[in-house]
């Protein structure tokens, strides 16, 4: 079977344990599983939306796995305009082991894993972004060990980040908590499926102040993703008084810490007093994307090793 990881739910406990492990690992003892008798597989990293952390971390991961990135955006290839989602991800599958993709709507991901018999992996849709959980929870667990009965606060808006950073902590064990503005908090329905993957009451308030007394870790993240500048305006009001400032910080214990997984807007969602100071791990959590997005393609190469050894003793 091809695993797909779109979401964090797509891997079992388990194995979100396995990839934050492997993700720890030194990458000299990862060898060099995307490099099969002696010749460097293919990665796909094809983006429809600008990217720092996760092309440049995703690049290297591969390098340092023994195999071959190759970036396209997709104003070069058209999805869906010069020829179909689907056409494209059977082509890349012939070229490459692992074909990732960055997407406006989350479910070009899905039709790409409809005809893919190579992994995809999502770098980011409207709706998740499981790369950027890994080096959420890397970083938080390089700080407080393992994050079960921790408290984990997001500030702002429920978007993909949050989304994925949630799954993450629930299955691991953590409590959350969210402070959103009416309209931009989650669902009770989502909030019922996290509360069921993690087993712990959800909080969910409009005040900042209330969820992060007791937090050991605050997030936060824009209030205009890639897709949403159309609203920024509307945002931009709907979130006032949700930056995460010195007076938020001050009502979270002082061993509190303090995630963005930037691009981030000092001023706006986070102060430049916070985001630059003592509690910010933003730099770390940064650098931890690169450790992630191995872990995850360590653990790809070697379901798909394990699966094709399988396939071929039978
Ligand atoms: N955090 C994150 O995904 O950054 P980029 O958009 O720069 O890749
Ligand atoms: N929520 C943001 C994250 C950027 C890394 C966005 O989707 O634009």
Redesign the pocket.
């Known amino acids: 079977m091809t695993r797909h990881v779109l979401d964090v739910t797509d891997l079992a406990v388990d194995e979100l344990r396995r990839v934050v492990h492997l993700a720890g690992v030194e990458p000299s003892e990862l060898g060099s599983p995307l490099r099969v008798d002696g010749v460097a597989r293919g990665v796909a990293l094809v983006f429809q939306?600008?990217?720092?952390?996760?092309?440049?971390?995703m690049e290297i991961a591969v390098a340092q796995l023994g195999g071959h990135p190759v970036t396209t955006r997709d104003d070069e290839i058209g999805f869906d305009v010069r020829e179909s989602v689907e056409d494209i991800t059977r082509i890349l599958c012939g070229f490459h082991s692992i074909v990732a993709a960055?997407v406006y709507d989350h479910t070009v991901l899905a039709r790409m894993a409809s005809v893919a018999d190579r992994p995809v992996v999502n770098?980011?849709s409207d709706h998740s972004?499981p790369?950027?959980a890994l080096a959420d929870v890397l970083t938080m667990e390089q700080v407080f060990g393992h994050l079960s009965g921790r408290t984990v606060a997001w500030i702002g808006d429920y978007n993909n980040?949050a989304r994925s950073l949630a799954e993450a902590c629930a299955m691991l064990g953590a409590r959350l908590r969210f402070a959103c503005p009416v309209g931009f908090g989650p669902s009770e329905a989502e909030v019922e499926r996290l509360t069921v993957l993690g087993q712990h009451q959800i909080v969910v308030s409009s005040r900042p102040h209330d969820v992060v007394d007791g937090a050991d870790a605050v997030h936060t993240d824009t209030w205009v993703s890639?897709g949403d500048e159309a609203e920024a305006s509307r945002r931009e009001r709907a979130f006032e008084g949700f930056t995460v400032d010195a007076s938020v910080m001050a009502a979270a214990p002082s061993h509190a810490v303090f995630l963005h997984?930037?691009?981030a807007h000092r001023g706006v969602e986070v102060s430049a007093d916070v985001i630059d100071g003592s509690q910010s791990l933003v730099v770390a959590q940064?650098h931890n994307?690169l450790h992630a997005a191995r872990g995850l393609l360590a653990f790809l190469a070697a379901s798909q090793a394990a699966s094709q050894a399988g396939e071929g003793s039978t």
Do not use: A, D, Y
């Open positions: 939306k600008p990217s720092l952390r996760t092309r440049q971390s960055r770098m980011l972004h790369l950027q980040v890639m997984c930037l691009p940064g994307r």
